[in-house]
């Protein structure tokens, strides 16, 4: 049996996998993910889960039609230009 994912490591993984065309976020609720989360851990709230890793600034949530939009740090098309790019340049 493989070793379960960290919730981090989780999200990290829907966000690259599910994200669709040139979008770099992922809605919530329509790619999936939320009902993804409560199988995969057993009925945990994603949406607990989700908003602890923003506080610690390990992914970005955005509101969003139905529910909200998850980002990886850097990839938040709201986010200032110059921040994206500087983090690109791996300066930031």
Same mark, same amino acid.
């Given at each position: 049996?493989?070793?379960?994912? =960290?919730? *981090? ?8 996998? &599910?994200?669709?065309? =040139?979008?770099?976020?992922?809605? /919530?609720?329509? /790619? !999936? ?11 945990? +709230? ?6 602890? &890793?923003? *506080? *610690? !600034? ?5 509101? /969003?039609?139905?529910?909200?939009? &998850?980002?990886?740090? !850097?990839? +938040?098309?709201? +986010? +200032? ?12």
């Amino acid at each position: 049996m493989t070793q379960q994912l =960290s919730h *981090e490591d989780f999200v990290r993984l829907a966000v690259e996998k &599910l994200r669709t065309g =040139s979008f770099k976020g992922i809605h /919530s609720v329509f /790619s !999936g993910f939320n009902a993804a989360f409560k199988m995969y851990y057993h009925g945990e +709230d994603p949406v607990r889960t989700t908003t602890r &890793l923003a *506080e *610690e !600034g390990k992914i970005v949530i955005r509101p /969003s039609k139905g529910g909200v939009r &998850l980002y990886l740090p !850097g990839e +938040d098309p709201q +986010d +200032d230009p110059g921040r994206t790019a500087l983090t690109k340049m791996g300066l930031l």
